[in-house]
C-alpha cells in the first residue's frame, strides 16, 4: 500500500511539497540539492510565492478600495530581488532609513513610489530622501519639520505619523501604537503639528499615518485605531500602516481580504469615505516565502537532546528577540517523534532556534529546514561570532539562482583599517 506524503503546514512557501524521493522541494526544487549546491545555512525564496501574495493583496485592498497605494515595507526583507519583485507587481515601498532608501534605489523602485518613515531621521537622511524625489515623507515629530523644513527648496509631500494609544495585541517589542511609544506624534501634540505643517508654504500635508504593531492576529485594533486618529480632522490619504500577521507554527492570522477589509472600513466608518488608502505590510508578503536550510553539525544529550546546526542567532533573531516560535523538520525524513533542542552556533545559552521540536532520529549531517524565515530574518542578520551571513537563493520551476551571495571572511574584515 502507498504510504501518503506527510501535509506540509501553511508555514512552508505556496507550492511546497514532499518529492517522489521523499525530499521537501522549494519552488520546484529539491532541499538536499539546494544545500550541497549552495551550502547551508541558506536562505531559500520561492519566488512565485512572493509574487502570489503580492497579488493576493493588491487584489484585497482593490476589491474594497478605489484608490489604493500598497507599499512593501522594505524592511521585512532588505534585498534588491526582493523589492525588485514587487515593483514588477505594481507595488512602492516604504524606507525607515537612508540604507533602505539606497536599496529601494538601487533596486530601480521608482522614487514617486517611495515612502520615507524612521523616529530619528538624520538630516542626510532627510536631505538623500528629498534629493532623490521620493514620493512622501512620514514626518514624526517636531524637530524632524524644522529640519525638513531648512533642506526643501521647492514642497515636499508629507504625511503626519501619529500614535493613536491603541496598543497593538502583540509581542511587547513589536506594539508601536500605544501612548507611551518612540514613534509618531502623541494625540497631544498631532493637532499643534498639523496646524504648523497646513501652514507651511513648502511642506505639503496630505495625510495621517498610523501602524498599531507587527504580528498582528486580530483586526480590532484598526478600528480603535482609526476611531481615534478621526479626532483630528480630515485627510485625503490615510496610511493604515502593516501588521497583518503569518502562521509561523499554529496561529490563525486572518486573511488578506478580511484583514484589509478590516481597515479600509474603520477608515471608512470613521475617517469617512472615498479616501486614498496607503497600506504597507511587510512580514505577510515575505515571512512564508522563505525557508532556512540548516546542517546538522552535532548532537549530544545534556538532560535535553541538542541538536546544533550551522547557523542560529546570527540567521535568525527572533527566537532570541521575542522567543518567536518556528518548526523544524529534517528535509527528507518529515515527521518523527525524538524531542529535541535545535540550537545555533553561537555563544549564547539562548541561542535556540526551535525548542522542543520533534524531529526523526535527528544525526550529523543531516539538513534541518525551519520555514517562514522571510521576514526579519536576512534583515535581522548579524556577525556575531564572526558567522559570516547566508546567502538568499531564490527557487522558481526548479531553478535555483543566488541573489545575494553568502558573506566572506574578506567581507568580515573588509572595514577594518
Ligand atoms: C511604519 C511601519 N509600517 C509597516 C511596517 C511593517 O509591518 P509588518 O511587517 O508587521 O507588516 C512596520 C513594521 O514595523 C512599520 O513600522
Known sequence: MAVSAPTLSPAFPIGSRINERGVLEIGGCDALELAREFGTPAYVVAEDDLRAR??????????????????????????????????????????????????????????????VHGNAKSVAELRAAVDAGVHCIVVDNAGEIDRLEAIVTGTQRVMIRVTPDVRGETHAAISTGQADSKFGFSMEEAPAAIARLRASDRLELVGVHYHVGSQLLSTLPFERAAAAVAQLGDFPVVDVGGGLGVAYTDEEP???????????????????????IVAEPGRALVANSTVTLYTVESVKRNVSLWV?????????????????????????????????????????????????????????GDVIVTPATGAYGHALANNYNGVPRPPVVFAKDGDARVVVRRETYEDLLARDV
Do not use: Q
Open 54 to 115: 503580492a497579488r493576493r493583496m493588491l487584489d484585497a485592498y482593490r476589491a474594497c478600495a478605489a484608490d489604493v497605494d500598497l507599499l512593501f515595507a522594505s524592511k521585512a526583507f532588505p534585498c534588491t530581488a526582493v523589492l525588485r519583485v514587487f515593483a514588477e507587481e505594481g507595488l512602492g515601498c516604504d524606507v525607515a532609513s537612508g540604507g533602505e532608501l539606497a536599496l529601494a534605489l538601487a533596486a530601480g523602485v521608482d522614487p514617486g513610489r517611495i515612502y
Open 254 to 276: 486572518p486573511s488578506f481580504e478580511d484583514y484589509a477589509r478590516a481597515k479600509v472600513e474603520a477608515v471608512e466608518r470613521h475617517l469617512g469615505p472615498g479616501k486614498r
Open 308 to 364: 546544533g546546526v550551522d547557523g542560529g542567532m546570527s540567521d535568525n533573531l527572533r527566537p532570541m528577540l521575542y522567543g518567536a516560535r518556528y518548526e523544524a523538520h529534517v528535509v527528507d525524513r518529515f515527521g518523527g517523534t525524538t524531542r529535541c533542542h535545535v540550537t545555533g552556533k553561537h555563544c549564547e545559552s539562548g541561542d535556540v532556534i526551535v525548542r522542543d521540536a520533534l524531529l526523526d532520529d535527528p544525526r550529523v
